[in-house]
């Protein structure tokens, strides 16, 4: 029975909003059935039977996606900040307090799953970020082989190593991996799910055959990891094997080796899910945090953040930690999670654009993403360990590509360990749009610079740097437009500025 307490204004107020809401769901269900409908006519154009039917499965998991993110846009699902909090302590574990008692026997259960979707555009190079070299003529791939083949020949395992490719890694990915073949070392490939891109303004599919072109689609993110390898089989061949544990971490952090104290703890606390965190710093405020909703455990990205509540997000006091995307899941809670159809991770709507050509306006597009940390939730005894910060070290621009060639570190069966001169955590580097491009930066700097003493670096403009250069203190190097600035061979810098224009001439 109706209360006849509120007034007419109220009960007018709220049949809008029923209204509004109905209006809605119509919306949905004829954006879904339209959807469905282009979906059902894309798969027809595969001709292949059993292409088709795999092409059917990806495309049923895209839709389910998609009607995920018409329902939550017409609900309106953003977090309830007053019901978010700071993880509790049995949330996160701190790294130093797990037991030193660690056991190699673990490693038999042991996969090691490199996300290796990206591509290394963002720092001028053509193909799978993953070859970009690195240390001493190797790549992130030829690096994480070592460790892999250093464990397996000195602990006499087999520990397998997967790579996640997408559809723009996977065909060079296939040819790189083949120089690897001698090895100790067994390689298992899959491919993520290839998804339409969509409409934004329609919100239909934007490829109308398979044959489309390659910037009709898009890797979904590393939330397709889960049914990815389900879909694929490797799931199951992998548990028939009985492996139990998945360590799963970005091809482009070299911090991310095989860890005998997590492992360990992940066994022997019989936890399904452990997400590794670092400490917080300055640089890192726009990271994936930790956080506790209604008492579960939960990743609470930025771009779910409300935003009159960003800065609070950004916090270092409220928010200690961030997700290093170094992630231990366990194989056998996976597959009943998957197979129950449990997993509901939060979409993160990607807009970007596909250029038309020449005079005419690009078109835009929307991306459906998921993250593997969202999936913290769905998993039994799912905690954070607060791990130290040697075991993030991403390389995402030339900056971090300067910190990890240098002799801040030395180079171990492909790990990279800091120098025992080094105190401290890693200096700060900014380097400008002159070393953006990998080939750029080369050239720039052929030779690293000593940094083992340096706290912070920023160099701007048309700046080359000579061979046995020594950088201490803070280092600040600007060069204006029209000038060109050469620090000559040999030259120790220490808490200096420099800007104009320096060329010095060796005789």
């Not at 329609?202 to 489309?212: E, H, M, R």
């Not at 250029?355 to 998921?370: A, R």
Request: aromatic share 8%; glycine share 6%; net charge neutral.
């Amino acid at each position: 029975m109706a209360s006849t307490n509120g007034n007419a204004s109220s009960e007018r107020k709220h049949a809008k909003s029923q209204s509004t809401f109905q209006f809605e769901n119509t919306s949905t269900a004829i954006a879904a059935s339209q959807m469905r409908n282009a979906l059902n006519k894309l798969a027809d154009t595969v001709p292949d039977p059993k292409m088709r039917k795999q092409f059917e499965t990806q495309m049923d998991a895209f839709f389910s996606l998609f009607r995920r993110y018409l329902t939550d846009k017409a609900k309106g699902t953003a977090v309830d900040w007053d019901r978010i909090q700071p993880p509790n302590p049995e949330q996160v574990i701190s790294y130093d307090d797990l037991p030193d008692s660690v056991t190699t026997e673990f490693l038999s259960k042991l996969v090691v799953l490199k996300l290796n979707g990206g591509l290394g555009t963002s720092m001028g190079c053509v193909g799978p970020k993953s070859v970009i070299e690195v240390r001493e003529g190797q790549s992130f791939l030829d690096l994480s082989v070592r460790q892999i083949e250093y464990l397996n020949r000195k602990y006499d395992v087999n520990v397998p190593f997967v790579l996640m490719n997408s559809f723009n890694t996977d065909d060079d990915t296939q040819s790189i991996i083949k120089k690897y073949e001698g090895h100790n070392i067994e390689i298992i490939t899959f491919n993520q799910s290839q998804f339409p891109r969509v409409y934004k303004d329609s919100l239909l599919p934007v490829p109308k055959d398979i044959n489309a072109p390659i910037d009709s689609w898009y890797p979904p993110g590393h939330g397709d990891l889960f049914e990815s390898l389900e879909n694929s089989g490797v799931l199951d061949e992998l548990i028939s094997r009985g492996k139990e544990v998945l360590f799963v971490s970005n091809a482009d952090n070299l911090g991310a080796v095989v860890d005998f104290k997590i492992l360990s703890h992940m066994v022997e606390s019989k936890s399904e899910y452990i997400m590794e965190l670092t400490d917080k710093t300055r640089a890192d405020v726009k990271g994936g945090t930790i956080i506790d909703y209604d008492g579960s455990v939960r990743l609470l990205e930025i771009a779910q953040v409300p935003k009159d509540h960003t800065e609070d997000f950004k916090s270092i006091k409220k928010f200690k930690y961030f997700n290093t995307n170094n992630i231990w899941i366990s194989l056998n809670a996976m597959k009943r999670i998957v197979e129950n159809n449990e997993l509901q991770l939060e979409i993160i709507p990607n807009s970007k654009t596909i250029s038309v050509g020449k005079g005419e306006s690009d078109i835009n597009v929307l991306q459906l993403e998921t993250a593997v940390g969202a999936a913290i939730r769905h998993f039994k005894s799912a905690h954070g360990v607060n791990v130290p910060r040697r075991r993030f070290l991403p390389v995402k621009t030339c900056s971090d590509l300067l910190l990890v060639k240098s002799d801040l570190y030395s180079l171990s069966h492909g790990s990279l360990e800091v120098s025992p001169g080094r105190f401290g955590p890693a200096p700060l580097i900014k380097l400008g749009g002159h070393f953006k491009k990998v080939s750029d930066f080369q050239k720039r700097i052929p030779h690293m610079p000593k940094i083992v003493e340096l706290d912070h670096l920023t160099i701007t403009g048309n700046v080359n740097l000579g061979k046995g250069v020594v950088l201490k203190g803070t280092v600040i190097i600007v060069c204006s437009d029209g000038q060109k600035i050469d620090i000559p061979n040999g030259s120790i810098l220490e808490n200096v500025v420099i800007t104009g224009n320096l060329s010095i001439l060796e005789h």
